[in-house]
Nanobody
Framework: VQLVESGGGSVQAGDSLRLSCAAS????????MGWFRRAPGKEREFVAA????????YYADSVKGRFTISRDNAKNTVYLQMNTLKREDTAVYYC?????????????????WGQGTQVTVSS
């Protein structure tokens, strides 16, 4: 599967952005998807995940209430709506495909990754 992120950019603190991740392949609608990010000088960390139907969603505590993950299986696309952005949200954001059943928030459960899209938040 190929994953291509888009929608990153440079914004001011308090602004919003919506990231998109377009997936190729027939298995998109049957698997969970996730978003991770890597800030400068830090390890990649979990941001959000969504199961195949869109009913189950997990969020990192740092983004809960500000970010929303969603998906459109007809378009093979997963989204990350980011509101009230903070400087500490600055990072490269990656989407990833969850493997197998269930939904988890650790990297070892994700087997395909996009190239990433840069989000820069300035105050």
């Amino acid at each position: 599967v190929q994953l291509v992120e888009s929608g990153g950019g440079s914004v001011q603190a308090g602004d919003s952005l919506r990231l998109s991740c377009a997936a190729s392949g027939r298995t998109f609608s049957s698997l969970g998807m996730g978003w991770f990010r890597r800030a400068p000088g830090k390890e990649r960390e979990f941001v959000a995940a969504i199961n195949w139907s869109g009913i189950i969603k997990y969020y990192a505590d740092s983004v809960k209430g500000r970010f929303t993950i969603s998906r459109d299986n007809a378009k093979n696309t997963v989204y990350l709506q980011m509101n009230t952005l903070k400087r500490e949200d600055t990072a490269v954001y990656y989407c990833a495909r969850h493997q197998g059943l269930g939904l988890h928030n650790t990297e070892n459960y994700f087997d395909s990754w996009g190239q990433g899209t840069q989000v820069t938040v300035s105050s």
